[in-house]
């Protein structure tokens, strides 16, 4: 294995507290992902198949806006993630069926099977091609059937107020780690490119910015547990260390200068792009 592709498959990890971290991140950004469902025309009766699915929560919520007459089908290649969102689906219950496989999605073609819809949230950025992935999962969509994915750019942070808060310093961090496993942080800002050289029609585009800086604000648990998973691969790539960045009061100390200083703190850039498959 080179090391670019371990790092592009490790760099999160796979550990219990990164599978809370996920369910974490779905709960507050699932409401912006279904917006652009929505807007993308994903609705009642349709069959849904969604790329790596992690925990299942982009199935579940595919599964309550197609109804029980639609149906969802997820893939991911981690067996642990498959195995976690088969256990969650069938506890909590869900609208649609839900089918989740475990593989690759450079892997999966269902000769008999063409889904109206193919989605995806926060999966383009860890393919080695993405051209070429949407290229592959396109066969197993229906002629005219949608198209839509959800990513986020999270190497150019937007700048708040104050613009050197402890909460700015220690969010590039997150974008470095990535940059230097060889992963684009920014690939929320790469959509229309790939859609159009994966011979998609020009996507349209949302967008939506997580904001906070109050007590308690999302933003801090967010931003500490998504360091939390990547502190093993920001210690072996030199970013920073476990002593430096002390998370286990940094969301505390960013709490208190936000709300001394009346911050606005911006999240990474939410990008939701869709398109249709042309005959
Ligand atoms: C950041 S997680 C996002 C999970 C889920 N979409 C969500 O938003 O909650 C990315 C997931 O994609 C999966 N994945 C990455 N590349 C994949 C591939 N080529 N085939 C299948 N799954 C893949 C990983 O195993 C991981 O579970």
Not at 246 to 271: C, K, M
Request: glycine share 10%.
């Amino acid at each position: 294995m080179r090391p670019e592709q371990h790092d592009r498959e490790y760099v999160l990890g796979h550990s219990g507290q990164e599978q809370e971290r996920l369910r974490l991140q779905a709960s507050i950004v699932g409401g912006w992902t279904e917006g652009f469902f929505k807007a993308a025309g994903i609705d009642r009766g349709m069959s849904v198949l969604d790329l790596g699915c992690g925990l299942g929560d982009v199935s579940l919520l595919a599964s309550e806006m197609v109804g029980p007459s639609g149906s969802v089908t997820g893939i991911d290649k981690d067996p642990a993630v498959i195995e976690k969102a088969r256990e969650r689906c069938h506890a909590q219950g869900h609208s649609a069926p839900i089918d989740l496989i475990h593989g690759d999605l450079m892997d999966y073609y269902s000769e008999h099977r063409h889904f109206d819809a193919v989605v995806g949230r926060y999966i383009l950025l860890y393919q080695p091609d993405p051209v070429a992935a949407i290229q592959h999962v396109l066969k197993s969509v229906r002629s005219g059937g949608i198209v839509c994915f959800h990513e986020m750019d999270f190497a150019n942070p937007i700048r708040g107020f104050p613009s050197d808060t402890l909460f700015a310093k220690s969010f590039v961090l997150v974008g470095e780690t990535f940059a230097r496993a060889g992963l684009r942080g920014d690939f929320g800002l790469h959509l229309t490119t790939t859609f159009m050289q994966a011979g998609l029609p020009w996507p349209q585009l949302k967008a939506e910015v997580p904001i906070g800086g109050e007590a308690g604000s999302y933003l801090y648990i967010w931003l500490i547990e998504t360091l939390r998973s990547l502190l093993p691969r920001m210690e072996s790539l030199g970013v920073t260390t476990a002593a430096e960045l002390d998370l286990d009061t940094l969301a505390e100390r960013i709490e208190a200068e936000s709300t001394t200083f009346h911050a606005e703190l911006f999240g990474p850039l939410q990008v939701g792009a869709w398109s249709r498959k042309v005959a």
